[in-house]
């Protein structure tokens, strides 16, 4: 396994700032990415299931208490994992391992889950032809990414257009057709993601032969605007898109 490749959740000063984050309750987590990506989801009864970057293993516990038969979860931080570790149930498996190295047997299981990892992968199209082979006939893929709009714009800029207040009045779109390498902050400086067009990841999906049968630019919902008034600005432009793919 190499250590050339970004580890944020094992790096002690990502992982403090990132477990204070996740205590807001307002957090885009819960008020964006996980309602949008539920939506997303087929009937999860009886499945056999993958949770892409489980993290701590809250989406895991959620397939399982949906009725889910099994879930493996898959995460590279031993600090995640060890959080799940401590709400463990007999359905849940985790391994640590790069998703790109992950090895499973073929036409096992009947929906694959990803909440926002598929940005930090360099080389996604194998991965993504992996996943096909994993998945019987019929099986889904759900993720989640941060939407190409987002990663889109090169350099330090934030990305938000303001006025002379200092209000955001939009949202800045350039670099998008150049893709590769984004340097950020995110809690700490330094962080790797890698920006691709839409049309490149829809593409790679049906070249690797599924069948895209849902998509969504899902914005907080409305008990999170309702709580945390800021997140309207969030309208300004989708922070996330959410694919479910078929398996032909």
Not at 198 to 221: C, H, K, P, Q, W
């Amino acid at each position: 396994m190499s250590d050339e490749r970004q580890n944020l959740y094992d790096n002690d000063e990502f992982f403090a700032g990132y477990a204070s984050a996740r205590e807001n309750p307002v957090a885009m987590n819960y008020t964006v990415e996980q309602p949008g990506i539920r939506a997303l989801l087929p009937e999860i009864e009886g499945t056999h299931a993958i949770d892409l970057g489980c993290g701590a293993g809250d989406f895991a516990r959620w397939l399982v208490d949906e009725g889910a038969a099994s879930v493996l979860g898959v995460d590279l931080s031993e600090n995640m994992l060890a959080m799940a570790g401590t709400q463990p149930r007999p359905q849940i498996e985790y391994r640590r391992a790069f998703v790109e190295e992950l090895e499973l047997a073929a036409a096992r299981f009947d929906l694959i889950v990803s909440s926002l990892m598929f940005h930090y992968i360099e080389d996604l199209e194998p991965v993504i032809t992996k996943i096909r082979l994993w998945l019987r006939t019929g099986g889904a893929l759900v993720f989640s990414i941060e939407h190409p709009i987002t990663t889109a714009i090169l350099g330090k800029r934030t990305g938000w257009l303001k006025d002379d207040t200092g209000k955001r009045i939009g949202w800045e779109v350039t670099d998008y057709s150049i893709e590769g390498e984004r340097v950020s902050r995110w809690i700490v400086d330094g962080v790797v993601k890698y920006h691709r067009t839409l049309a490149t990841t829809l593409n790679m999906l049906v070249e690797s032969g599924f069948r895209i049968d849902r998509i969504s630019e899902a914005y907080a919902t409305v008990e999170g605007e309702v709580l945390d008034p800021g997140l309207l600005v969030e309208r300004m432009r989708p922070p996330f898109l959410f694919v479910q793919a078929i398996a032909d």
